[in-house]
């Protein structure tokens, strides 16, 4: 079931999902066990890191007890390429934090078995007890993670092509887009699925259309993200434009 909320702007939507996510991480360190977060890359999600940056500086939100998961890496990029999403979360996030390097999780974009890499990935999130919370953005081909249409609730993490709109929705980050790679390594839509709780954001009118399919469609390898409606606990949180196509806010 997708819950809606749906935010005059995406700084007060941030903010209540940052709080969400402190929640977590204080409740699961009162318990004396770590917070498993699953993170999203993309310029949906930077505020949000930014916001998580300001509560560790300014309200104690200490990042020691958290263990973190990335979706996906582009094939091809190493952690010192800048356009690698290692290196964007090191800048967005871990860099200004205090979470234990070792306990951050990215996809190896440089692994020469691509396969053995990404059966290794799903057993430390399996052997970390699996994902509290995932964080997702959406693409404008439906896709959460790198998982481009068509992919279902079997796909788990793997090696996928790019859709030629998300390379071009990239380009801006590379500057050009004949240099934005052509595959990735994704976790699947069925490795989304077993997260226990999984929040989707949505930022701007560009994303009004593939929101209302994901909500309000029946579920289709052809849009990844509507099969979030067969999750218990799957969230929308989404500023009023990307919200503004559907029928029921
Ligand atoms: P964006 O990408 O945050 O840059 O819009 C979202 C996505 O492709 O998942």
New binding site residues.
Partial sequence: MIRLHVHPDKATAVRAVAADIAALVRARAAEGRRAVLGL?T????IPLYAELVRLHREEGLSFRGVTTFNLDEYSGLGPDHDQSYRWFMQRQLFDHVDVVPAETHVPDGLAKDVAGSAAAYEDAIRAAGGIDLQVL???RTG??GFNEPPAGPATRTRQVHLDEL?RR??ASFFGDVAKVPHHAVTMGVGTILDCRRVVLLAWGEGKADIVRRSVEDAPSDDCPASWLQRHAACDFVLDAPAAAKLARR
């Fill in positions: 999203a993309g310029s949906t999600p953005g959406i693409g896709h959460i998300t929705d990239n």
